[in-house]
């Protein structure tokens, strides 16, 4: 298949920062053996660069390899990111993982990104139908903060506003609190513990994890209640505030838990209440660490 | 080391386990700051005023370092109530850790709402040193209220 011309200039920047030395390390995407996927690739020759492609596919967020030590040894990196993704990004600078200087961001211009299951069906074109509910909301198709930016060749995405993202949540909002609760008891119940949303996610990089700490023992390790709500509770609470909306962790999920309604549902919230969103500005403070002597405080006696 | 052994296998067989009250007694957990909401409690009790028996009192610091996950935890071991109650805004003894904990908590609380926990059962105050009065009232409002919910404590961390 030719390179698209999205593709020839992706690779012509990766190659000349390998070839500069300003990089050692470029995380992209390479085209799967499935040609409706598209794979993680660390690129670290600039002849190697001829393998980075960037399509609707592309849907995993490559943020979530700035946190291994693997790649940290690189030193500097480039990294290969849709709007969302660097989000992500910001949101590990704000919260001092990750420095400016170490990392080059090519940003890829996204339309949205088509619904894994549906493209190994064959799906190819991106339609409000067919892409994830987080590309509907998406207000960052060109990443707020860049180094190089490759435009898309896609047709922007229309929306008709028949096709209501995260249309659950305000379901959720209007039922009484056992219905909530049931539906949510009966979503953790499938839970297995496996942690694969802590895994995918950019935002989670404790190198020790609550739910590891076991003196004391806070979050039972058996995959069973309460230990299941307590671990979702806890995991959403964590991101609260932080979460980019990169929806990793539902698509990580190997039981379907609908994660997005919470931390989406989250988001929302700590808008709502202190007018912050994750991840758009890496100099803002992050909203848990600084505070206001006005905020909210209708709930306290 | 023999002991905390002995300790731990007590707990798991349930036999020692706190005992949580029913739903005519229930018990309640107050999670409180040593500086202000503590001295206001010790204040009424000095004070020789009368309230609720049905709480339990733990002390930390501050009310900041009344982690969201303690409040789980109280739940998850079978309180029908969970009070956090700390300095007035502006008087913090570490001057800011009320503020961080609002924020904390206006946001744990909506999670804990989302989620199917019933937000009658977990409070927040502020009680100064000086209000032994504003104490009692709290815990006993708190208390009638815990009573008069319907009886029945299913919630995502009623075990199966």
Redesign the interface.
Known sequence: MANTKTDEKLQKIAKDLLESGEVNLIIGYTKGSNPQRMRPVFITKPEEAEKLSFSHNAVQDLAVFLKKQEVKKFGKIGITVKGCDEKAVNALIQEYQLSRDNIKIIGMQCNGVIKQNLADKGETKVSETTVYDKCLICQEHTPVLYDFLVETEEPELSLSGNVKPYAEIEK??ALS?????????KE??KCIKCYACRQACPLCFCSRC?VEKNMPQ?IDTNS???GN??W???R??HL??RCIGCGECERACPVNIPLML?NE??AR??YN??GYKSGLDINAKP??GV???S???D??? | MEDMKVEKNEQKDGTAAANTGSQSDPRLIAFVCNWCTYNGADLAGTSRMKYSDNVRVIKLPCTGRIDPLFIVEAFKKGAKGVLVSGCHPGDCHYTSGNYHSRRKYATFRDLLGYLGVDLNRVEFSWISASEGNKWVAVINEFTDKIKSLPDKTTDIFTKK
Do not use: H, R
Not at chain 1, 177 to 185: F, H, L, R, S, V
């Open positions: 959720l909002d609190t056992e219905e909530k609760n049931a539906y949510w008891a953790f119940d609550i806070w069973e209640e309460p709500a307590q979702n509770l806890i959403a609470y609260s505030g919470i549902k989250m919230d700590v209440l202190f909203v848990f505070f206001s002597e905020d909210f405080n709930f306290i006696k």
